[in-house]
């Protein structure tokens, strides 16, 4: 595949104005089994948002329903203020990019890209001229230029997501839609397709959603992450909100790399197994909570103040870091710490460590 | 992969090392295996084959056209293009209508729907006739109306189309279906959500997709039509000139001792299976491809 360079600001592609998407109370049952429950969401335009969760969550559910290509049990969807239930798949104007790029394979790169136009009833048809016009500008701007007489089979699986792309764009769509786009693309492809996307978007300004379970592709690409777990929506924040406040353990241990510990919030300060931590409770109600950090935000406690001790299981190389897997407790919960490199300790020893960032969920 | 790179492998200061797939048997019973089949297929498929033809043509080139072109002959080599130029499309339509339906999207009773297209293969095609007779002949419930209409359906063309489209119609359905179950439904919604009608999306999108499928199945399906005997024998009745197809002349005319006669109608049939043999399979590699496309994306 080709590296992938920066875009030509000076491009540019046709478009109404972006406008809002608002997500009202949606419930989606398939059968007897519900697959959303009442979600609601305010999207403004241009943003660039991330439904973001695990297999399962609904976030799938939820960008068909934003399609049409599914209907919702209950809720209401609107674009730009206006119902979008009552149109059809075809009347919706939306773009859609699927996992495994649904490009049409008997069809040209160009005629793939030209469909959405030649489909048009003849009245609303652009002239030819017009629709090569578009096509290559579009082709120019997904960087396949040249590439418009091959067949889908004779493309990388990055540059058919391209086309796909190209694709739903050349209809002028109203709002973007995204099935998580690189998830059939290997990892170094995945990265450069990301950081392109996201030009993309700055340059045509798109109201865009997309899915993915992968919380480093929402974080590094979405202007907000939507964190869904179970057919709700667990948060809702920018990568920040989400990184440094998760709202939930469910959140905290989805995004990033976490360690939780089952504790007692007594007065506002926090004890593990009746021992005080010199903790804050971060104004958790008084009574048993789960205590969560992440594995880099500890630190070696040395010279006896109330600290979490826990017992060597493993250490690890973890990247720039030492990871050690510690039994912590009479339960001998297991939690794990990252440290220097350099630091060396063995199995079956002690540790004493404090985290100086910390999340208190009540229970 | 050249041979010598898959047979031999070079390790530093070692000689080569003789190296076997391990799925590949030993040379003598290799070639142990391709003589049996070979002279297995020689036996039972060559041999008849070329019999037929060489039977054909003993009493030289006059007498094989003046077999063929006899009028009986010629009436019911007419007939027999006739009932798969009417049973053909009829299971086209049917087949893709079918495995639309079954691969596409879901309803009650598709599973139900999916196992009786494959009835026909399972019931005896004498079977077949018979339910037709049962159906329209005279002394069925249907018998005296169509009597009092004047329809003949036992007995007479509709009745041969009828049995034929039974017999025939798995063929396109069973090729199209497990192709449409496995391309999906995401090249439809993708030309949905671009603004395709319904129409659009079929003739654009799903019929190039299967069209190689399509035109394998319908070439099966004309072959089976053509050459079935046991339903049309049933409700045929075997008037000559009238309601007998290719196949029950080249048995009429065996029972009557005339065999140069017989095997020149019969080589007519077993060209039409050569012929489809070869369309098929110039379709099989260039199916293959399409098949491979698929499995790529």
């Not at chain 1, 998830?183 to 492809?189: K, M, T």
Request: proline content about 5%.
């Amino acid at each position: 595949m080709n590296a992938i360079t920066p875009i030509d600001k000076g491009a540019s592609v046709a478009l109404g104005a972006p406008i809002d998407v608002t997500i009202e109370n949606v419930q989606k049952a398939f059968g007897d089994t519900p697959a959303l429950h009442g979600v609601s969401l305010d999207v403004k335009a241009g943003e660039l948002v991330a439904l973001l969760g695990p297999s399962g969550s609904g976030k799938t559910t939820l960008l068909r329903i934003l399609a049409g290509l599914d209907a919702p049990t209950a809720g209401r969807v609107l674009f730009g203020g206006d119902d979008a239930l009552g149109l059809s798949v075809q009347d919706r104007n939306v773009g859609f990019v699927f996992q495994h790029y649904a490009l049409f394979r008997h069809m040209t790169v160009f005629q793939n890209i030209a469909f959405g136009l030649t489909v048009r009833p003849r009245g609303e048809r652009p002239p030819k001229a017009e629709i090569r016009k578009r096509v290559l500008h579009l082709l120019d701007l997904v960087q396949l230029t040249g590439l418009d007489k091959r067949y889908p089979s004779q493309l990388s699986g990055g540059q058919r997501q391209r086309v796909a792309l190209a694709r739903a764009l050349a209809i002028e769509p109203r709002v973007l839609l995204l099935d998580e786009p690189f998830g059939a693309l290997d990892a170094q492809v995945r990265k450069d397709l990301r950081r392109w996307l996201r030009e993309i978007h700055d340059q045509t300004g798109h109201t865009t959603f997309f899915v993915t379970h992968d919380q480093e592709e929402a974080l590094e690409l979405a202007d907000r992450v939507v964190v869904m777990s179970k057919g709700r929506i667990e948060q809702v924040g920018t990568p920040d909100e989400i990184y440094d406040a998760p709202a939930s353990p469910f959140v905290f241990e989805f995004i990033g790399e976490s360690s939780f510990l089952p504790v007692t919030v007594l007065d506002g300060a926090v004890q593990l197994d009746g021992r005080p931590l010199d903790l804050s409770g971060l104004g958790a109600p008084s009574g048993t909570a789960t205590l969560g950090f992440r594995p880099h935000d500890v630190s070696i406690v040395e010279d006896g103040s109330p600290a979490i001790t826990g017992t060597i299981v493993t250490e690890r190389r973890h990247g720039g870091a030492r990871r050690l897997e510690l039994e912590v407790g009479a339960d001998k919960h297991r939690v794990e710490i990252d440290m220097p490199v350099d630091h060396s300790r063995l199995a079956g020893n002690q540790i004493a460590f404090r985290p100086h960032r910390w999340r208190i969920f009540p229970r | 992969m050249s041979d010598e790179a898959f047979t031999t492998a070079r390790l530093p200061g070692a000689s080569a090392i003789r190296f076997r797939p391990v799925t590949m048997e030993r040379k003598r019973v290799r070639v142990a295996l391709i003589l049996v089949s070979l002279a297995f297929l020689g036996l039972f498929l060559v041999m008849p084959v070329v019999a037929v033809f060489v039977e054909a043509f003993r009493g030289g080139m006059p007498a094989f056209a003046e077999a063929i072109f006899e009028p009986d002959a010629a009436a019911a080599i007419r007939l027999t293009l006739l009932v798969a130029a009417i049973s053909v499309p009829c299971n086209l339509v049917f087949g893709l209508a079918a495995s639309w339906a079954i691969a596409k999207f879901d309803f009650k009773g598709k599973s139900l729907l999916n196992t009786l297209i494959d009835l026909p293969f399972s019931v005896s095609p004498v079977i077949a006739g018979l339910i037709y007779i049962l159906m329209f002949g005279s002394q069925s419930l249907l018998g005296p109306w169509l009597k009092s209409e004047g329809i003949q359906v036992i007995f007479a063309v509709p009745g041969i189309v009828l049995a034929t489209i039974f017999v025939t119609f798995p063929f396109v359905a069973r090729e199209l279906i497990p192709l449409m179950e496995e391309q999906g439904r995401g090249d439809e919604e993708a030309a949905l959500s671009l603004g395709a009608s319904g129409f659009q999306v079929f003739f654009r999108v799903t019929l190039p997709n299967v069209k190689w499928a399509l035109l394998y199945g319908v070439l099966l399906c004309n072959a089976r039509a053509m050459g079935e005997f046991g339903a049309v024998s049933v409700v045929s009745g075997h008037i000559r000139g009238l309601t007998n197809t290719m196949p029950l002349h080249v048995e009429i005319l065996y029972n009557e001792y005339n065999f140069a006669a017989a095997f020149a109608v019969a080589s007519l049939l077993a060209l039409l299976a050569l012929f489809t043999l070869v369309v098929k399979s110039v379709l099989e590699w260039r199916y293959a491809d399409e098949i491979a496309a698929t499995r790529r994306h």
